[in-house]
C-alpha cells in the first residue's frame, strides 16, 4: 500500500553533515506519522526520529537530540532527516517508516508498518 524508498546515504567525515530523504509512493501522506531508525551492525535497531502528518510534533532520541532534525514536505510526499555534527557512531544503516497512527502514539509504542529499504551512512574519524 505504502512504499518507501531511502535515499542520501554515503561517507562522510565525523563532523560534517547529510541529509536523507524518504520519497513516498501510495496511501495518503498527510495522514502517516514518519519515523526514522538506524541499526548499526551487531546492535538493535534504534529509533531517531520521528514526526507527525502536520508536521507539527517532533520527536528525536537523546543520542542525536540538537544535531539531527526530522522535517517533510507534504506536497512532496516526501520526509527528510538532516544530520549534522555527525560522529563515528552515527554510522549504520537508516531507515524510513511510517504508519497511520499518531506519533504520540508510537511514542507508545505503537509499531511502524510501513518501512523503506535503508540505506547506508559511514561516518570516518
Known amino acids: 500500500q505504502v512504499q518507501l524508498v531511502e535515499s542520501g546515504g554515503g561517507l562522510v567525515q565525523a563532523g560534517g553533515s547529510l541529509r536523507l530523504s524518504c520519497a513516498a509512493s501510495?496511501?495518503?501522506?498527510?495522514?502517516?506519522?514518519m519515523g526514522w531508525f538506524r541499526q548499526a551492525p551487531g546492535k538493535e535497531r534504534e529509533f531517531v526520529a520521528a514526526?507527525?502528518?502536520?508536521?507539527?510534533?517532533?520527536y528525536y532520541a537523546a543520542s542525536v537530540k540538537g544535531r539531527f532534525l526530522i522535517a517533510r514536505e507534504n506536497a512532496k510526499k516526501t520526509s527528510y532527516l538532516q544530520m549534522n555534527g555527525l560522529k563515528p557512531e552515527d554510522t549504520a544503516v537508516y531507515y524510513c517508516?511510517?504508519?497511520?497512527?499518531?506519533?504520540?502514539?508510537?511514542?507508545?509504542?505503537?509499531?511502524?508498518?510501513?518501512w523503506g529499504q535503508g540505506t547506508q551512512v559511514t561516518v570516518s574519524s
Open positions: 517508516a511510517a504508519v497511520y497512527r499518531s506519533v504520540e502514539a508510537t511514542m507508545r509504542g505503537t509499531e511502524y508498518e510501513f
Open positions: 514526526i507527525s502528518g502536520s508536521g507539527l510534533n517532533l
Open positions: 501510495g496511501g495518503t501522506f498527510s495522514s502517516l506519522t
